[in-house]
């Protein structure tokens, strides 16, 4: 039960620092070419998918190291890294600018 409130909050902090940093990009590039709005957003995207390599390299280092730790470590780890992710990716989504 704890773990799955642990989830619940990675969810809901990454989303909030990814919809601040996605709207306010958005917003700082209202004026500028659909080109440079782009670019913004792309962004916005960096650090979501730097948090995703970093995911799968700690699981590929876990999977050496299983059967020491057992399955539940890895599962756990793969779930934060799941929840991270989409908290990310749905603030960006959230704080894009759609007009």
């Known amino acids: ?17 990814s ?5 306010n990009l ?3 590039s209202r004026g500028a070419a ?4 782009l670019v913004a957003r792309r962004r916005a995207l960096w650090p979501a998918l730097c948090a995703l390599i970093c995911t799968l390299l700690v699981l590929i280092g876990f999977d050496h190291v299983q059967d020491k ?3 539940s470590v ?10 991270f992710f989409s908290g ?3 603030g960006v989504i959230a704080g ?3 007009g």
């Open 1 to 17: 039960m704890y773990f799955l409130a642990a989830c619940l909050i990675v969810v809901v902090l990454s989303f909030e620092v």
């Open 34 to 37: 659909p080109a440079q709005r």
């Open 26 to 28: 958005s917003r700082n």
């Open 69 to 71: 730790l057992g399955l």
């Open 19 to 23: 919809f601040r940093r996605s709207w």
């Open 88 to 90: 990310w990716f749905l």
């Open 74 to 83: 890895t599962t756990n780890l793969m779930m934060l890294g799941a929840s």
């Open 96 to 98: 894009m600018d759609r």
